[in-house]
């Protein structure tokens, strides 16, 4: 397999090949981080409202999550003042309706902590928040990794196995008779959804819809993430309905593995296999009364037709 993901001799120096993306660092990861899990947190503890759930901690959890997610956009932005001009692009940005959802968010999750019934209404704009920032990766179409339709559907996943890890970590702590049972059930179906969407959207990378580095970027995350925030969690979900003296560490030592899990895979394709398109030829220009030749791709894995 290692074969397929090294450039072709020569072609590294040409200057064509894809190269990693530096304008989005761990300050733009903290925000996928902390307003997915913020808001996985905030959608699966209003809508358990539903069932009698509710707790200001979950609810404060959530925002500040949420909120600080966004003070690492605004770390990360080079003229911090004009930060506000975000507020102009809702027309055509991803991150501009991000922003005017974080308005009803806030407002609303505040008069919830006062009037408890409201809480049943957060996961409204949670949703639509963290449908907003899948959107903002899909739309980067410049960064393969990126762009892929199944970025959506993993980035959503993700964000609720890491909202129902934390409420399990969370109600071991704060919670009398700690978190719901339902919760990790909850956590269960999140983490096969998110392993499912994850193995496909691994394979369409590693078989030429990425570069070759993001994709060994990928295939070496893939089993520390597979087993470490997948495997792990189930193993501790079993433990804790096997040993009843040690539920409650188990259940939170699940949440917890499940939600680092989630960091470490954004981190991983928000900064290390975030490489760009670079340049490549449709046809090698003719010389002379010659014919054109090949087309040229450096960087990429060449997929011939019988590969496909």
Same mark, same amino acid.
């Given at each position: $397999?290692?074969?397929?993901?090294?450039?072709?001799?020569? $072609?590294?120096?040409?200057?064509?090949?894809?190269?990693?993306?530096?304008?989005?660092?761990?300050?733009?990861?903290?925000?996928?981080?902390?307003?997915?899990? @913020?808001?996985?947190?905030?959608?699966?503890?209003?809508?358990?409202?539903?069932?009698?759930?509710?707790?200001?901690?979950?609810?404060?959890?959530?925002?500040?999550?949420?909120?600080?997610?966004?003070?690492?956009?605004?770390?990360?932005?080079?003229?911090?003042?004009?930060?506000?001009?975000?507020?102009?692009?809702?027309?055509?940005?991803? $991150?501009?309706?991000?922003?005017?959802?974080?308005?009803?968010?806030?407002?609303?999750?505040?008069?919830?902590?006062?009037?408890?019934?409201?809480?049943?209404?957060?996961?409204?704009?949670?949703?639509?928040?963290?449908?907003?920032?899948?959107?903002?990766?899909?739309?980067?179409?410049?960064?393969?990794?990126?762009?892929?339709?199944?970025?959506?559907?993993?980035?959503?996943?993700?964000?609720?196995?890491?909202?129902?890890?934390?409420?399990?970590?969370?109600?071991?702590?704060?919670?009398?008779?700690?978190?719901?049972?339902?919760?990790?059930?909850?956590?269960?179906?999140?983490?096969?959804?998110?392993?499912?969407?994850?193995?496909?959207?691994?394979?369409? $990378?590693?078989? @030429?819809?990425?570069?070759?580095?993001?994709?060994?970027?990928?295939?070496?995350?893939?089993?520390?993430?597979?087993?470490?925030?997948?495997?792990?969690?189930?193993?501790?979900?079993?433990?804790?309905?096997?040993?009843?003296?040690?539920?409650?560490?188990?259940?939170?030592?699940?949440?917890?593995?499940?939600?680092?899990?989630?960091?470490?895979?954004?981190?991983?394709?928000?900064?290390?296999?975030?490489?760009?398109?670079?340049?490549?030829?449709?046809?090698?220009?003719?010389?002379?009364?010659?014919?054109? @030749?090949?087309?040229?791709?450096?960087?990429?894995?060449?997929?011939?037709?019988?590969?496909?």
């Amino acid at each position: $397999m290692s074969e397929d993901f090294e450039d072709a001799p020569g $072609m590294r120096h040409l200057g064509l090949s894809p190269w990693l993306q530096t304008a989005w660092d761990l300050r733009a990861a903290g925000n996928f981080i902390g307003g997915g899990t @913020g808001t996985g947190l905030l959608i699966i503890a209003s809508l358990g409202a539903f069932d009698g759930l509710y707790s200001p901690v979950l609810l404060l959890a959530g925002l500040a999550l949420v909120g600080l997610g966004l003070f690492s956009v605004f770390l990360e932005i080079g003229r911090p003042l004009r930060a506000m001009n975000v507020l102009l692009g809702g027309k055509r940005s991803w $991150m501009t309706r991000e922003a005017f959802v974080a308005a009803v968010l806030f407002p609303l999750g505040g008069a919830a902590l006062i009037w408890p019934d409201l809480a049943k209404l957060v996961w409204i704009p949670a949703t639509a928040y963290l449908y907003c920032q899948a959107r903002i990766l899909e739309a980067s179409k410049g960064i393969p990794t990126w762009r892929s339709p199944l970025i959506l559907p993993l980035t959503v996943v993700t964000g609720l196995a890491e909202g129902a890890g934390i409420l399990l970590l969370l109600g071991t702590l704060f919670l009398d008779g700690g978190a719901p049972e339902w919760v990790a059930g909850t956590l269960v179906a999140a983490i096969a959804g998110r392993l499912f969407v994850w193995m496909f959207y691994r394979r369409r $990378m590693v078989g @030429g819809e990425a570069p070759v580095e993001a994709a060994a970027v990928l295939i070496r995350f893939s089993m520390p993430f597979t087993l470490g925030g997948n495997v792990i969690p189930i193993a501790f979900l079993v433990i804790a309905g096997m040993q009843p003296d040690i539920r409650g560490a188990a259940l939170a030592a699940a949440g917890l593995a499940a939600m680092i899990g989630g960091w470490a895979m954004k981190v991983t394709i928000v900064t290390k296999a975030a490489h760009n398109q670079g340049f490549a030829i449709n046809h090698s220009p003719a010389r002379g009364g010659g014919e054109s @030749g090949p087309g040229f791709k450096p960087g990429w894995r060449e997929v011939t037709k019988d590969k496909q």
